[in-house]
């Protein structure tokens, strides 16, 4: 959930990563059905096929990987000028509305740098007042008047404490992505060991 949150402000649109999840979730399933079938019938043909579409799958993941390893520097320079252009969205767009909410709870923190970048954005609506998100209790109209009440709201800048989230999971992920792979090889080293065995039963009748 907080990896969907700080993805509305790195990519500074509405997030899509539920369309996202629930095509990767259709995908797997069909793929998964396809390769039963496939082993149900002991069909060489349809066997080779997923096997083929396999090692697609687990390619296009090697260049995903690669791809945001590579990007990772990048995305760290470019993550304040982000956030402060997705400042300006807010309340504007309902998603990105919530996705601010979101990372400003889930991370405690307000702003881009600190809790007075909201009296910059450009729709002024923000002038002496900071959202509700900002608050360490957030209740109706507790963002008024920040600068008189600021102990009541988080101090720190969303930027530099999704950074730190970011890098200490970027192993994490890394790691679970590797697992993945993994389990995906045997999977195809075992289509490829149920052909040759088809094979060698077709032969030997």
Excluded at 67 to 84: E, G, I, V
Excluded at 165 to 174: K, L, M, P, Q, R
């Amino acid at each position: 959930m907080k990896l969907s949150d700080v993805s509305i402000v790195v990519a500074e649109t509405s997030s899509g990563a539920p369309m996202v999840l629930t095509i990767v979730g259709m995908i797997i399933f069909f793929l998964s059905g396809f390769g039963a079938m496939a082993v149900i019938k002991e069909n060489n043909l349809l066997i080779k096929i997923f096997t083929g579409i396999m090692l697609l799958v687990f390619a296009a993941e090697i260049v995903v990987g690669l791809s945001a390893y590579s990007y990772r520097d990048t995305l760290h320079r470019s993550l304040q000028s982000r956030f402060l252009k997705v400042m300006n969205k807010y309340g504007a767009e309902k998603q990105i509305t919530r996705g601010v909410d979101g990372v400003q709870q889930g991370f405690q923190c307000c702003g881009a740098q600190n809790f007075t970048d909201w009296f910059n954005v450009s729709s002024g609506m923000y002038d002496s007042s900071v959202p509700s998100s900002c608050c360490r209790t957030p209740r109706e109209k507790c963002g008024e008047d920040a600068l008189g009440r600021s102990e009541s709201l988080y101090q720190e800048g969303c930027v530099l404490k999704m950074k730190m989230w970011i890098s200490e999971h970027f192993d994490v992920i890394g790691a679970v992505g590797i697992g993945l792979g993994f389990t995906q090889i045997l999977g195809i080293l075992f289509s490829c060991l149920l052909v040759k065995m088809l094979q060698d039963n077709y032969v030997s009748m």
